[in-house]
């Protein structure tokens, strides 16, 4: 027997601290799940501690800011103003993840700068953020940041060598700085545009990384050289304009920072000490680079990271998109990075090591890059959860369990939530069996899955349907449920997850046949012609129109709101939306919003706009005006048959696949 991903199982070292794999935890911000003086909670230390049971070799936490008040919020607590505390609770989880021979970075970074949202700033800061220099707010440039002085330079550096000391005494194996990463607050040193200074700072003085210099010393000075130290850098900000992200493959203009400068950067940041180097494309103002969304490809950041790895000798760890083991395995193999990290794919699956080690990857539940649960919550100060992944944080403490008494349970509908219900269902050892009416499993994700860019829902479903087959769940296709057929089955509670239907708004014309809803239209069932007209700029609606632009159709989309991908009833994580609302300009289709379509025409449109009627070639309407609960079949048979009926899903309430996945889960377990 020999190991399906060699090249991940070799173990290799930051500093002297060896570790024993080359996967790594990427730092992710444990937002709603710390304690309120931002220690570590229980439920972060058992979290972290089910990454560690699960194979990773390294955890990096999510960010700390050290106790220093330049910057203030009252949505931030810095754990390092209660020292035994976190001690404490820092020391709990280090013994921890030890156990399973993982080690633990804890990661430090001094803040937002000029990305701070302004909602977040403490009342003190009087609506003042503060940057390098008086350059405007990320979110409203109408607030003009303070430029920092020298003396809060100093005490920054002394802030984040005092963490780092308590950091090593809790017991951890090193730290991971927030460095010249992600447009955060000393990477904007870093970057030309908002570093405007004329001091010893200043970037034009080559003082851009002297604040993160003095602190890799400085904590070298006080921790001891052998107490390893991991760099956060941005190889490439991929900004081609203040506040505007290029997307892949644009011919743009660097405006952040480029590669060669960032090469150069580096090389002194390894001169000064550091030990490692973690890559993290992207920025603020390219938030679809910094936390890349289902649109981007995977691996997305590797060919960037391997020119750093070409150019110094200490190690180089990437994240980005790396989903599955076989890109990880290749990454490393092929000499572009030395180690992997993995954010959000630890997130969905705790055991992707354990599961890359026995060449299980097929079990590996995929991140599918949505940003629900995770980035479209903790920036709405939400908890940190996961879409398809809804035991995270309750991983060991309320585990699938074996069932006390084996039921008969009847599934009726096999989109995501009917799915998710009868793989738990069935893992606790239920008699579960699933129908659905069409021909294949899948529901709504069946049509989401169609264009290119969305090989993510491929991969979901593709991995629900494995999980179902070896778990032995009866699946019934082209099953057509109802009241005396699920009467006839006699199981002791009934699951429906029957899904929606595209919602068909009240429109003259409607009813011609060049009107298609977009889901007949990505599953194939109605073919659309050169010029077609989408009613609806939802992100249904835009992905359609982008998939349909790549056929080489001319699309328009109509939408009644001020704003693209903006109604819904939860808000579309910033980062997806801000990079399909560029790949929908990019692409030219043409948009109209604020207008709605008064009435469908034999060749054409009628559109009522802001500025009057007008009238817009169509030979396709495609409807795309959000969905309705199919509720009918619930309905019917809650009301006769006397035993347990669960609506979950889109039947009950249709809305991101999050809930739908969150329902099944919970009933599975509950049955
Ligand atoms: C919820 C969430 C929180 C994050 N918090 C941090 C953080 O505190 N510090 C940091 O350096 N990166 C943070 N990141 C970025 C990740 O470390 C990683 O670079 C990013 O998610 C891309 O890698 P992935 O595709 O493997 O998730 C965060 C990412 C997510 C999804
Ligand atoms: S919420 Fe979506 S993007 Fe975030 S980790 Fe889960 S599957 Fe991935």
């Known amino acids: 027997m020999s190991l399906k991903y060699p090249e991940l199982f070799k173990p290799f070292n930051i500093g002297k601290c060896k570790i024993k794999n080359r996967i790594v935890m990427s730092p992710m911000h444990l937002a709603g799940r710390m304690n309120d003086n931002g220690t570590l909670s229980d439920e972060a230390i058992d979290y972290y501690e089910e990454r560690a049971k699960g194979g990773a070799g390294l955890i990096i936490t999510g960010g700390n800011v050290p106790d220093c008040d330049i910057e203030l919020s009252p949505l931030i607590h810095t754990a390092f103003k209660h020292p035994d505390a976190f001690l404490s609770q820092t020391k709990k989880l280090a013994d921890k993840v030890h156990a399973y021979d993982t080690k633990l970075f804890v990661q430090i970074g001094m803040g937002s700068g000029r990305v701070m949202f302004p909602e977040a700033m403490d009342k003190s800061m009087n609506n003042t953020p503060v940057a390098p220099s008086a350059i405007p707010n990320r979110w409203n440039p109408s607030l003009v940041c303070r430029e920092t002085t020298v003396e809060e330079h100093q005490r920054a550096v002394e802030a984040l060598i005092k963490a780092a000391a308590l950091i090593k005494q809790s017991g951890a194996d090193g730290i991971d700085l927030a460095g010249i990463y992600g447009g955060y607050f000393t990477d904007q040193y870093a970057t030309k545009v908002f570093n405007l200074r004329k001091d010893e700072y200043g970037f034009e003085q080559n003082g851009q990384i002297k604040m993160l210099i003095d602190t890799i010393k400085g904590i070298k000075a006080v921790c001891g050289e052998n107490f390893p130290i991991s760099v956060r850098v941005t190889p490439k900000h991929y900004m081609k304009a203040i506040g505007q992200g290029a997307l892949p493959g644009e011919d743009f203009e660097e405006v952040g920072r480029d590669i060669n400068?960032?090469?150069?950067?580096?090389?002194?940041?390894?001169?000064?000490?550091?030990?490692?180097?973690?890559?993290?494309?992207?920025?603020?103002?390219?938030?679809?680079?910094?936390?890349?969304?289902?649109?981007?490809?995977?691996?997305?950041?590797?060919?960037?990271?391997k020119k750093i790895h070409d150019a110094v000798d200490i190690p180089v760890i990437c994240p980005g998109k790396i989903v599955t083991p076989d890109l990880a395995n290749n990454a490393i193999k092929s000499g572009m990075i030395d180690a992997v990290a993995l954010g959000r794919a630890m997130l969905s699956d705790a055991e992707w090591a354990n599961k890359a080690k026995e060449g299980n990857d097929d079990e590996i539940r995929p991140c599918i890059g949505c940003e629900t649960g995770c980035i479209g919550r903790i920036f709405v100060g939400q908890p940190l959860t996961c879409a398809v992944n809804p035991g995270l944080f309750h991983e060991k403490s309320e585990p699938i369990t074996p069932a006390l008494i084996k039921k008969s349970v009847a599934i009726i509908g096999g989109g995501v939530a009917g799915m998710e219900a009868a793989r738990v269902a069935k893992m606790r050892g239920h008699n579960v069996a699933l129908y659905e009416k069409t021909d294949k499993l899948g529901g709504a994700i069946v049509a989401a899955a169609v264009p290119d860019f969305k090989d993510a829902d491929r991969r979901l479903l593709?991995?629900?349907?494995?999980?179902?087959?070896?778990?032995?769940?009866?699946?019934?296709?082209?099953?057509?449920?109802?009241?005396?057929?699920?009467?006839?089955?006699?199981?002791?509670?009934?699951?429906?997850?029957?899904?929606?239907?595209?919602?068909?708004?009240?429109?003259?014309?409607?009813?011609?046949?060049?009107?298609?809803?977009?889901?007949?239209?990505?599953?194939?069932?109605?073919e659309v012609g050169k010029n077609c007209v989408i009613i609806g700029g939802g992100q249904v609606g835009c992905e359609v129109a982008v998939w349909l632009k790549e056929k080489d159709k001319n699309v328009t989309v109509v939408e009644m709101l001020g704003e693209l991908m903006a109604g819904g009833v939860e808000q579309i994580p910033i980062p997806n939306r801000l990079m399909m609302i560029d790949m929908v300009a990019y692409n030219n289709v043409q948009v109209k919003l604020n207008s709605r379509v008064e009435s469908i025409e034999d060749k054409a449109v009628k559109l009522i706009t802001a500025d009057g009627i007008e009238t817009i070639e169509a030979d396709t309407v495609i409807i795309s005006a959000g969905f309705s609960s199919n509720d009918t079949l619930y309905n019917a048979i809650n009301e006769e048959l006397p035993v347990k009926i669960w609506n979950i899903g889109d039947s009950k309430i249709p809305t991101n696949i999050q809930y739908a996945v969150r329902d099944g889960y919970a009933i599975g377990k509950s049955i």
């Open 462 to 526: 593709e991995w629900y349907k494995r999980s179902l087959e070896k778990l032995g769940v009866n699946v019934h296709l082209n099953s057509n449920m109802d009241l005396e057929k699920i009467n006839l089955l006699q199981a002791d509670e009934i699951v429906v997850a029957a899904g929606a239907t595209p919602r068909i708004p009240p429109i003259k014309g409607l009813d011609r046949e060049k009107a298609v809803t977009a889901i007949d239209v990505l599953l194939g069932k109605k």
């Open 261 to 305: 400068e960032t090469i150069e950067l580096t090389k002194r940041i390894a001169e000064s000490g550091a030990d490692a180097i973690l890559i993290g494309n992207g920025s603020y103002d390219s938030f679809y680079w910094l936390y890349p969304p289902m649109y981007q490809k995977d691996g997305l950041w590797l060919e960037d990271a």
